[in-house]
C-alpha cells in the first residue's frame, strides 16, 4: 500500500505546530497503526530529520498509552480498537490520512503526537481509590457482590485511561473516564464508605483540570475502544446529586 | 440546565393544551384566554398570577441561558486547538444543534411575544379577540409567518429530543434500558408537542379554522 501521511508535528509545548505531509510506501495490510509510523520514523532517521514522536507501550491493546486522532477518528475508525491494535487492512491503497494528537487544554502537547495525561491523574488522586488496607485477595465468598453489581462494576474497570473519551467530545469532557473510575467502586461494597466524598472530589478535580462539563452528547462511548457505555454518567451523576443534596458539600476524600 | 429545561417543557405542554382550544371556536379560545388573566381571583387581583407565571418563566429562560453560556464557554477553553480533520459528530442531529436551536429559539419567542401577547407585530393585534389575531397571524398570504413558526416548532422538537432525554440523565438516569426508555420518551414527546403546535397554523391556512 502507498499512503499519504499528514502529521501533525509540534517542536514542543511552545511551538505552535502544524500538519505536515509525508508519503510512505510499501506499506503491509498486516501492519499495526504503530508498526507502520515505525516504518515512517526509521525513514526520517535514515534521511537525518526528526522522527514523529507518539506515544506506545504495550501495543496490546491494554495500556492506554497510544492515543491519535486518525482521520478525525479517536484511536481509528475501528470501533472498540486502540490505535495499536488498528491493522492497515483498515486503509485503502492510496489513502491520505490525518493524525493528530488528542485536543484538549487538559492534555497540552509535549511533542508531536504525545500529551500529556497528567489530569486524568489528578482526577484519580482526588478520590479514584479505597483508603482501606486491603491486604492479598479475599476469599471469593467472604464478601458477596450480586453479580449484576459485579458485570457493571468490571465493565467500568475495563477504563485503560487512554484519553479518547476526551478527545471525541465536543465540549472536551472527561465526564466517562471520571464515572467509569467512580463505578468501579461505588458498585462494590469495598467501594461504599467514601462513595460520596470520592464524588464530589473527583468532578472537582475534573473541573479544575480545565476539562469541559458534559452535555450527554454521546460522543465518547463509540469512541472507547473499552466500550464505555454512556449510562456509567448516569451513575457519576446520580451520587453526585445525593451527595450534594445528602450529605454536604465534602471536598477530597 | 435540567431543572429550568423541564420548568419550561412543562409550561411548553400547558401552552399547547391551550392552543388547541381554538378547535372548539371562537367564543370558547377567547374565554380561555380571558381566563388566564383572571386565574387566582380572588384570592389575587386580577393578571397577579399571570405575572407570577411570568416571572417563573423568565427566570427559568435566564437560568437556562446562563448555564448553557457557562457550558459552551467552557467547551471553548476546553479545546483551543481545534482539530484540522473532524468528523462529523457520531451523536444525533438534535445533539450538535443544541446551541444554535436555543439561539434560534429565542429569537422566534421574543417574535411570538410581540406577534400575538402584545400584539404590535399582529395584523388584527386587538388584545380582546385573540381568536381574530391568531386567524389573522396564519392567513395564507401571510404564507411566511406560518413557514417561519414551523421551522421554530420543528426546531423547539428537535431541541426537546435531546434536551428531555439529556434532562433525564442530568437528574441521575443509570439503567441502559432507562437510557433506551428516555430516549423513546423524548422523542414522542418531541413528535407529539411539534405536531399540536403545528395543528393550529396548518388549520387555519387550510381554513378549518377560519
Sequence with gaps: MNLTLRIWRQKGPEDKGRMVTYPVDDVSPDMSFLEMLDVLNERLILAGEDPVAFDHDCREGICGMCGLMINGDAHGPQRGTTACQLHMRQFTDGETIDIEPWRASAFPVIKDLVVNRGAFDKIIAAGGYITAPTGSAPEAHSTPVAKANADAAFESAACIGCGACVAACPNGSGMLFTAAKLTQLSLLPQGQPERYTRVIGMVDAHDEAGFGGCTNAGECTPACPKGIPLNTIGRLNRDYLRATATRGDTPGS | MAVTGILL???????????????????????????????????????????????????????????????????????????????????????????????????????????????TLNPVGDASKPYGNVVADFAPERWYVTLFYTLAIVTVGFHLRHGAFSAFRSLGQQTPRGERRARAAALVFAVALCAGYLVVPFAVLTGLVS
Design chain 2, 9 to 119: 417543557a412543562l409550561f411548553l405542554i400547558a401552552h399547547m393544551l391551550g392552543n388547541l382550544k381554538v378547535f372548539t371556536g371562537a367564543t370558547s379560545f377567547d374565554h380561555y384566554a380571558h381566563w388566564l388573566r383572571d386565574i387566582g381571583k380572588p384570592l389575587l387581583p386580577g393578571v397577579w398570577f399571570l405575572w407570577i407565571l411570568r416571572t417563573v418563566l423568565v427566570v427559568a429562560v435566564v437560568a437556562h441561558i446562563v448555564a448553557a453560556t457557562v457550558l459552551a464557554r467552557r467547551a471553548r477553553a476546553a479545546r483551543p486547538v481545534k482539530y484540522a480533520h473532524r468528523k462529523k459528530i457520531n451523536g444525533s442531529y438534535a445533539a450538535r444543534t443544541m446551541r444554535w436551536g436555543g439561539v434560534i429559539i429565542l429569537l422566534f419567542v421574543i417574535y411570538h411575544i410581540l406577534d400575538l401577547t402584545t400584539g
